[in-house]
């Protein structure tokens, strides 16, 4: 989102971007791409009439991302009363009018909700990680189940009488970890 114009060779609020390559033109990928939304198109347009809040969800929520301006200290009284009147038939938007009226009330409250918001995000955090290093044990238990079936087979091919190389090729074991294996084998007896 943009608090500026960016695009003079359009006059729409919300440009959409994709990667190609600069001489065949075909494209990079099919699951990135760049959104632009110009506020001030926005708030244009919707002053020209050309946006219709009340049967377009987007701009509905563009609109209330939009009716704050932090760069010039501005709040759009017009757009704050319409999608007011939205949000009395519209439940997550009158849930998010009465979360920023909250967080818009006090500096206490405020933090408080930073702080409760970063909470929540560390115990994200944690569980993801929790999660991730459960895998990577997970990953790493079957990794040694792999190399012990590897190393039981090896001694089982090396008790036949195979030469280690044909035991190296046939385990997927490097020849030092077979003639490790040999070895063992012959200090057992």
């Known amino acids: ?11 729409r609020f919300h440009t959409t ?10 494209q990079l ?15 244009k347009d919707w002053k020209a009439n050309k946006l219709d809040p009340w ?14 301006d932090h760069r010039n200290h501005k709040v759009y009284d017009d757009i704050y009363k319409e ?21 818009s009330s006090t500096k206490e409250q405020r933090v408080a909700y930073e ?17 991730l290093e459960k895998k990577e044990a997970r990953e790493e238990g079957e990794k040694r189940g792999e190399k012990k079936a590897k190393e039981a087979n090896a001694r089982r091919f090396l008790a036949m009488g195979m030469d ?17 294996i040999q070895q063992e084998m012959n200090s057992d007896l």
């Open 115 to 131: 702080g409760r918001t970063r909470q929540i995000m560390d115990e994200e955090a944690t569980r993801r990680e929790a999660e």
């Open 55 to 68: 049967n377009d969800v987007l701009a509905r929520w563009l609109l209330m991302l939009g009716m704050v």
């Open 1 to 11: 989102m943009l608090n500026f114009d960016l695009f003079d060779v359009t006059q």
């Open 83 to 103: 999608l007011e009147e939205i949000a009395m038939k519209d439940d997550t938007l009158h849930s998010a009018f009465q979360n920023w009226e909250e967080l």
């Open 17 to 26: 971007y994709h990667l190609y390559e600069d001489e065949a033109k075909f």
């Open 164 to 180: 280690i190389n044909d035991v190296a090729k046939g385990t997927e074991l490097d020849v030092e970890t077979v003639k490790r």
């Open 29 to 43: 990928t099919d699951v990135m791409e760049f959104h632009f939304i110009e506020m001030t198109k926005l708030i």
